[in-house]
């Protein structure tokens, strides 16, 4: 059986996961936040919580907060007793995040297409425009099959 991590073990990888995070797109103080609950036992925390364990001031947390909210990653909650808010990172967070990823795919598959429509897709900038309309498309594809390939072997 593996050792409990010390507090500072369980800091430093929560700093080095959301450096992943924040790597990849998502907003800094939203990604500590994300990192650190995913390693909280419970898999809830309060906004103080999050503040203490993470060392950043109450506005910083409810600042993510919200914006995890909005993108749906975590979900609030009061627990039975309790008359503080409870944040929970979603179970499935991370095929979520691929999800909107995907939907991006979207976009710009349409916009290249569009560019390639504008530019006439004999011409040298429609045949580049064209080729990254087709690659998003099926990026795309695929990773839409992955996701509920995924999702049928881990049904919530």
Known sequence: MAQEPSPEEISQFVERFAGVLANSGVPTMSARVMGRM????????????????LRISQPAVSGAVRQLL???????????????????IRDDVFAAILERRNDALGEWEASSRAGADLFGPDSPVGHRLTEAADF??????DLDQMIKHWRSEHPR
């Open 38 to 53: 995913l390693v909280s036992p419970t898999g809830t925390m309060t906004a103080a919580e999050l503040a203490e364990s």
């Open 136 to 141: 998003f498309a099926f990026i795309k594809t």
């Open 70 to 88: 909005q993108v749906s990653f975590i979900s609030r909650e009061r627990l039975p007793g309790s008359r503080k808010d409870h944040y929970r």
